[in-house]
């Protein structure tokens, strides 16, 4: 019993900014969230960032600069921050959370849980 859960996400014009965050929870264990991934309709899903255990984060080159990943380790919440937001940027965006051993960050293969997803609209 592993629940997701992002908050956020919205609509805003051209170069504004906007917010994602997620928790998880679970009966036996809360699953780290760890990255956050987008998917536009027609295209397959990609990574945006993920953050690791030391704290030591991981963004898309065509995010570098304008969205900055962190996570509260206490409250076991995630957030992404997004600013000079671009229309190509929109997409649905997904927590992804307990990445298996020996994954990659950017593979959404390796992770187990995910959450139903937060739309993020960019208007030009």
């Known amino acids: 019993q592993v629940q997701v859960m992002e908050t956020g996400g919205g609509s805003v014009q051209a170069g504004g900014s906007l917010s994602l965050s997620c928790t998880t929870s679970g009966n036996n264990y809360r699953p780290p969230a760890l990255g956050w991934f987008r998917q536009s309709p027609g295209k397959q899903r990609e990574a945006v960032a993920a953050?690791?255990?030391?704290?030591?984060?991981r963004y898309a080159d065509s995010v570098k600069g304008r969205f900055t990943i962190s996570r509260e380790y206490i409250k076991n919440t995630l957030h992404l921050q997004m600013n000079s937001l671009k229309p190509e940027d929109t997409a649905m965006y997904y927590c992804?959370?307990?990445?298996?051993?020996?994954?990659?960050?950017?593979?959404?293969?390796?992770?187990?849980?995910w959450g139903q997803g937060s739309q993020v609209t960019v208007s030009s």
């Open positions: 953050i690791e255990r030391d704290g030591t984060t």
């Open positions: 992804a959370a307990d990445l298996i051993p020996g994954g990659v960050w950017y593979d959404p293969g390796g992770y187990s849980y």
